[in-house]
């Protein structure tokens, strides 16, 4: 029997807080992957489809929920989510691997038990919602403080208005924790790395847990 690399290719998420460097080792995974001779997809949540770009807009609060002020519900926020996860694994996703491409993503379902399951306040919830989304091969967890983020956010005038750890950062960052319980009582596979480590440093320890996939 062939290995299994040889018919499907693998999915790889990077997960972390905003500024903890998952688009950066995104990139740079890809940019190894492809120097090895792989084919790979490199891609992001909120996806580009369709539901993604509805999530963009409520992101950025160009939409608004039905009452026309104020956010739109978190539940119902945390429901495009995994629509636009799903969405996402169809449209484009397993046809990568199923045609043996490696697929990269920038965040996945770990994201949503961390950021929905904070604002929904209903973590069994969202895990549920998300039940029928992929399991990736590997989730690689950049953990970094959440004052490490915010200095290399502010760094980059992603936000510049921002000065302290907010409290809503704390919390998502122990949310995090509880979402990697979740997914690793649910069998999947969750790996930590210090994403406090330096570019060069961070993507060698990508690249090790990626290497030692079956
Ligand atoms: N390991 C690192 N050490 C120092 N700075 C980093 C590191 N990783 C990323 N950065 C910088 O931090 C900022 C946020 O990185 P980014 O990859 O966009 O994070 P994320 O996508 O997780 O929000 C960028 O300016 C990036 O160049
Ligand atoms: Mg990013």
Redesign the pocket.
């Not at 904070?118 to 549920?128: H, I, N, S």
């Not at 091969?137 to 200095?151: E, H, I, M, N, Y």
């Not at 330096?198 to 847990?209: D, F, H, K, L, R």
């Given at each position: 029997m062939p290995a299994r690399r040889d018919r499907r290719g693998r999915f790889i998420v990077l997960e972390?807080?905003?500024?903890?460097?998952?688009?950066?080792?995104a990139r740079l995974l890809g940019d190894r992957l492809r120097a090895s001779g792989r084919s790979v997809h490199v891609t992001a949540e909120p996806s580009g489809g369709p539901v993604g770009s509805l999530v963009r807009q409520v992101l950025s609060r160009r939409v608004v929920g039905g009452r026309g002020e104020g956010e739109l519900d978190a539940g119902a926020l945390a429901l495009l989510f995994a629509a636009d996860r799903l969405d996402h694994v169809a449209a484009e996703i397993a046809p990568k691997l199923a045609g043996g491409v490696d697929v990269v993503s920038?965040r996945f379902t770990l994201s949503s038990l961390a950021y929905q399951g904070l604002t929904t306040g209903d973590l069994p919830w969202v895990e549920a919602i998300n039940g029928r989304a992929a399991t990736p091969d590997v989730t690689l967890f950049?953990r970094a403080r959440p004052s490490v983020?915010l200095k290399?956010?502010r760094?980059?005038s992603?936000d510049p208005e921002l000065y302290e750890v907010s409290e809503f950062q704390r919390a998502v960052a122990r949310s995090y924790d509880r979402g990697i319980e979740r997914l690793r009582a649910a069998g999947q596979r969750v790996v930590e790395l210090d994403?406090?480590?330096?570019?060069e440093?961070?993507s060698a320890a990508v690249w090790a847990e990626v290497e030692a996939l079956p």
């Amino acid at each position: 029997m062939p290995a299994r690399r040889d018919r499907r290719g693998r999915f790889i998420v990077l997960e972390g807080l905003d500024g903890a460097g998952t688009t950066t080792q995104a990139r740079l995974l890809g940019d190894r992957l492809r120097a090895s001779g792989r084919s790979v997809h490199v891609t992001a949540e909120p996806s580009g489809g369709p539901v993604g770009s509805l999530v963009r807009q409520v992101l950025s609060r160009r939409v608004v929920g039905g009452r026309g002020e104020g956010e739109l519900d978190a539940g119902a926020l945390a429901l495009l989510f995994a629509a636009d996860r799903l969405d996402h694994v169809a449209a484009e996703i397993a046809p990568k691997l199923a045609g043996g491409v490696d697929v990269v993503s920038d965040r996945f379902t770990l994201s949503s038990l961390a950021y929905q399951g904070l604002t929904t306040g209903d973590l069994p919830w969202v895990e549920a919602i998300n039940g029928r989304a992929a399991t990736p091969d590997v989730t690689l967890f950049l953990r970094a403080r959440p004052s490490v983020a915010l200095k290399r956010r502010r760094a980059a005038s992603i936000d510049p208005e921002l000065y302290e750890v907010s409290e809503f950062q704390r919390a998502v960052a122990r949310s995090y924790d509880r979402g990697i319980e979740r997914l690793r009582a649910a069998g999947q596979r969750v790996v930590e790395l210090d994403g406090e480590a330096p570019v060069e440093a961070v993507s060698a320890a990508v690249w090790a847990e990626v290497e030692a996939l079956p």
